[in-house]
């Protein structure tokens, strides 16, 4: 049994019901797995939030939670002496309250920097994916169905944004999910095999509008758009919207894109784009032909 925890980024609306529920949990309360999480100065998940878009005509948000990645072969893990840090059966990566004193270099080795000082205490802090209330049998009991049983932030989540359960079994929701979707690994985790999927987390967009010609001055719908990437081999159609927009999505970073508007009647528009950040490349006017 590996347990774990799928982030659906497409889901998140930034509400922080997540960040606020593992303060609740973990606030004031210490056990064996962790010393109480200070009210202030840690965040054992963030939402990490930014706005998307290079133009006022197109900008978006994006927000990803992010904790510990609970990962196979954990860097805090290496930096930890004496077992300081250490894997459960269930693959869920424990920093000890009491080893882990004074070693700051189980904050330091982070890849994704989700390990707290605590200066009061001089000990490191984490997410411990809640493992102390999931093997509190008093909470199973109350629960009345060990099925039901999931993470502070999991169950505190309105927008089905995160999903807990038992990687190793194909039938799980958690397995299910990420089967499903498109896995897109944190790039400082990049090649990494951890607990915690994060799913549909934004690349780069690019998008335009499209619009008859200028005299006109009417957008045109339906137009086909043809995005090609010529080193990776990757293509991308879409159409022009009621509003003459168009935008793709997920696209690889840093790389030259060609773009090819088509309508019938009009001549095909053609220009580039490099994805190095999220573009708006412009609104197009076509000719007749």
Not at 19 to 38: V, Y
Not at 107 to 123: G, K, R, S, T
Request: one cysteine or more; charged letters at 30%; hydrophobic letters at 35%.
């Amino acid at each position: 049994m590996r347990l774990g925890i799928a982030v659906d980024s497409r889901r998140c609306m930034g509400c922080w019901c997540c960040f606020t529920a593992c303060k609740d949990e973990h606030c004031g309360f210490a056990s064996k797995l962790s010393a109480s999480q200070p009210m202030m100065g840690q965040k054992w998940i963030d939402v990490v939030e930014w706005e998307r878009g290079d133009s006022s005509r197109r900008v978006k948000s994006a927000s990803v939670p992010t904790m510990c990645a609970h990962c196979k072969d954990p860097a805090c893990l290496k930096a930890g002496k004496d077992g300081a840090v250490y894997k459960r059966d269930d693959g869920v990566v424990i920093i000890d309250p009491e080893k882990s004193k004074g070693q700051k270099a189980i904050v330091d080795a982070c890849p994704i920097n989700v390990v707290f000082w605590n200066e009061e205490l001089e000990i490191p802090q984490k997410c411990t994916m809640c493992a102390e209330l999931l093997d509190d049998p008093e909470y199973l009991a109350y629960l009345g169905d060990p099925a039901l049983k999931q993470p502070r932030c999991v169950e505190a989540c309105p927008n089905k944004c995160l999903y807990f359960g038992d990687l190793d079994d194909p039938s799980s929701e958690i397995s299910q999910i990420v089967a499903s979707e498109r896995n897109t690994q944190l790039e400082p985790l990049a090649g990494k095999e951890t607990l915690v999927k994060w799913l549909n987390v934004p690349t780069v967009f690019l998008a335009g509008t499209v619009y008859q010609p200028q005299e006109l001055d009417e957008v045109l719908v339906g137009a086909k758009v043809t995005l090609s990437c010529k080193e990776t081999g990757e293509t991308w159609e879409t159409e022009s919207n009621y509003f003459g927009d168009w935008e793709v999505e997920w696209l690889p970073k840093d790389k030259k894109i060609d773009i090819v508007i088509e309508a019938e009647g009009y001549k095909p528009a053609k220009y580039s784009a490099k994805t190095d950040k999220d573009h708006y490349v412009d609104m197009t006017y076509m000719a007749r032909k």
